[in-house]
């Protein structure tokens, strides 16, 4: 049985490197990742935030949130949304 790892991100190359480095270390038998881009998926900005993301790149796993680097904060995501 997998569980699903939520990827969070906005499209900078901060994030794009993570996503990349991310799905190739997990392995695919135990982990389903789900890629959620902010910019172009607004929607799942209230989301993250409940989950506990701060900032991007970041992941959820079993509902701990898990920040990689700093390329924006969500505060920042939301500006860039509106």
Avoid: R
């Avoid at 901060?14 to 135990?30: H, I, R, S």
């Avoid at 900005?45 to 969500?74: C, T, W």
């Amino acid at each position: 049985m997998s569980q699903t790892v939520v990827f969070y991100h906005a499209g900078c190359s901060v994030c794009v490197n993570a996503e990349e480095q991310l799905v190739e270390a997990l392995d695919p038998q135990k982990y389903e990742v789900e890629i959620i881009h902010l910019g172009e998926k607004p929607e799942y900005i209230q989301k993250a935030e409940e989950s506990g993301v701060q900032s991007v790149p970041a992941f959820v796993l079993e509902g701990q949130a898990f920040h990689i680097n700093f390329g924006a904060s969500l505060t920042d995501v939301k500006g860039a949304t509106s």
